[in-house]
């Protein structure tokens, strides 16, 4: 018979104290700081510890900072030859390790499926691997003539101190019509995957943005910042776009192209969607070319069209406002009948969450449209911002990990700055109650007496499924078997396991009936391994 999961009594106090008693008191009082049981305070939002450390011991389910600046920013550019200079351990993630899909364009130029490594070996290290890495560069000059070649160090290239950056310089000076630029994004160098974020993307605003005047000709031009692609949601981001009559110039950094970056300047509005990877970016783009800036969701059907509804609120045009109205209307009787049949089924069911940086959020909407409560939720590598709001962020805490990062000075261009509105139109905007340069945190969004936890480990992921119980489970690859083990569906909030895409009216469908397949799976009943059933074996010595 199947086991049905029942929720339990436990408090979230005490679920709190259950996932601390294991640890070292010192550890306890640290972690202690990055569970937050939600007060749901009506005016101030509480404090969370994040962007600190793991603790050393800790089975984290946080990345490095060269997966962040390799692997997720530039991961998805197809047409830039990605050179990881380092062992070949790392250069795993040189191929193409993430669920990012790619149309290869016209030209059909797509290095995203091929792994470049330098392949470093022991007398690299101990000589220098700059020479190892020169003659890698000429090689892939060579053999594709790319219009740009990146360089990724890791951390064994930051510690013997190979200028990746000087050979960078001389090759891009040697070839002229090839873009060479390098990036220092060493695993170390961050407490998480979010520090080479900005390492990528810093590099990317310096090297290419507003390097070509050649952009997408069209009437609505944005920028979609913060989108990747990931099991084909961009590709249903712009097919609504196009619907529209919205000009996508540039995506960061899903399906993007050399020139969509090296032609960003020339859109009149960014879009930010997953703000923890590239909200500075927005912020640049709008200092040195003079484009503002909006937070934006396309994961939800409800969230979609709000998002769309503030595009054409920001560009005030009747015509397009109007064809926003005629393509939502046209998409939501589809997303309604979904909802119809499935909802009766997944209502009142629950759900944890624990994903990067802005899906743990982002993701709430979702299950909130098929009526599920999400009970506990958090990110792996979310700065503080993220889950109180943008208003903290003057607040944050320098420390020395975060000042190991350059942020770039950046002031408006002598030519191509331009304010695509004037001060009035902007606040005439902000007065009606639109808003720039803002995005609101997850803990507003939790209820009160939930849980908010930052950096979730393997112990506390378990323990919390054991006491808790939700009716299903969502992050990563590497929480997936072992929570999948307890009894729990799992669902891939990354990688979509296979599945997707999750984003617009199309993605919310797949998404429901995704979602309705693992709640309502009798499968996860029948989890229990023969020695749970039967905790102790007898046997006896042959000689008895
Ligand atoms: Fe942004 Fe991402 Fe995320 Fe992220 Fe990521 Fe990803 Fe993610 Mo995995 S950029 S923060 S570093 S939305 S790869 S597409 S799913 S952890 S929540």
Redesign the pocket.
Same mark, same amino acid.
């Given at each position: 018979m199947a086991i049905k999961n029942k929720p339990t009594d436990w408090t979230a106090a005490e679920v709190k104290e259950e996932m601390l008693k294991k640890y070292p008191p010192k550890v306890a009082r640290k972690r202690a700081q990055s569970i937050l049981i939600n007060e749901a305070l009506s005016n101030t939002t509480p404090e969370i510890q994040a962007n600190v450390r793991t603790i050393p011991g800790i089975i984290t389910m946080r /990345?490095c900072t060269y997966a /962040?600046c390799k692997? +997720?920013i530039m991961g998805p550019t197809r047409d830039i030859v990605n050179i990881v200079h380092g062992p070949i351990g790392c250069s795993f993630y040189a191929w193409l390790t993430?669920r990012n899909q790619t149309d290869a364009g016209e030209t059909g130029e797509n290095y995203m499926t091929y792994a470049f490594s330098t392949d470093m070996q022991d007398s690299d290290i101990i000589f220098g691997g700059e020479k190892k890495l020169k003659a890698a560069v000429q090689e892939a000059y060579d053999l594709f003539h790319p219009k740009g070649i990146a360089i990724f160090a890791t951390c064994p290239v930051g510690l013997i101190g190979d200028d990746i950056h000087a050979v960078a310089r001389e090759m891009k000076e040697k070839f002229g019509d090839c873009n060479v630029f390098a990036f220092s994004c060493e695993g170390y160098k961050g407490v998480s995957? =979010?520090a080479g *974020?900005h390492i990528a993307n810093n590099q990317v605003f310096k090297h290419l943005v507003g390097t070509e005047e050649n952009a997408k000709q069209g009437e609505y031009k944005i920028n979609l910042l913060?989108e $990747?692609n990931?099991g084909g949601d961009g590709f249903e981001i712009d097919r609504i776009f196009k619907l529209c009559g919205i000009t996508n110039i540039a995506t960061f950094s899903g399906n993007s192209s050399y020139n969509q970056f090296a032609t960003a300047h020339k859109a009149d509005l960014s879009c930010v969607m997953?703000h &923890?990877?590239i909200n500075y970016v927005a912020d640049m783009l709008e200092t040195k070319y003079g484009i503002p800036w909006i937070k934006v969701n396309f994961i939800g059907a409800e969230a979609t069209a709000k998002s769309l509804r503030k595009i054409g609120q920001y560009f005030g045009d009747k015509a397009l406002i109007d064809r926003i109205e005629a393509v939502i209307a046209a998409e939501m009787p589809a997303v309604s009948a979904a909802l119809e049949d499935i909802k009766p089924r997944t209502e009142g069911k629950t759900a944890m969450l624990f +994903?990067? /940086? =802005? &899906?743990?959020h982002h993701y709430m909407e979702l299950f909130k449209e098929l009526g599920m409560k999400t009970i506990s939720t958090g $990110?792996?590598?979310g700065h503080r911002d993220d889950y109180e709001g943008r208003q903290v962020i003057p607040n944050l805490k320098v420390d020395a990990d975060s000042r190991n990062i350059e942020e770039i000075e950046v002031e408006a261009h002598p030519e191509q700055y331009a304010p695509r509105k004037t001060e009035a139109e902007m606040k005439a905007l902000e007065d009606s109650g639109f808003q720039f340069k803002d995005y609101e945190g997850l803990i507003p969004d939790m209820e009160k007496g939930t849980l908010v936890i930052d950096d979730l480990n393997q112990y506390e992921a378990e323990k919390l499924v054991e006491m808790i119980k939700p009716d299903i489970f969502c992050a990563?690859i590497k929480e997936k078997y072992s929570i999948q083990k307890l009894g729990i569906p799992m669902k891939q909030? *990354?990688s979509y396991d296979y599945g997707g895409p999750y984003a617009g009216f199309k993605g919310a469908v797949n998404f429901y009936k995704e979602i309705d397949r693992l709640v309502n799976s009798k499968v996860w009943g029948f989890m229990k391994a023969p020695w749970q059933e039967n905790p102790e074996l007898s046997a006896t010595y042959v000689w008895e």
């Open positions: /990345g /962040g692997g +997720v993430r995957q =979010s *974020h913060g $990747y990931i997953c &923890r990877s +994903v990067g /940086g =802005s &899906r743990a $990110y792996e590598f990563g909030l *990354h």
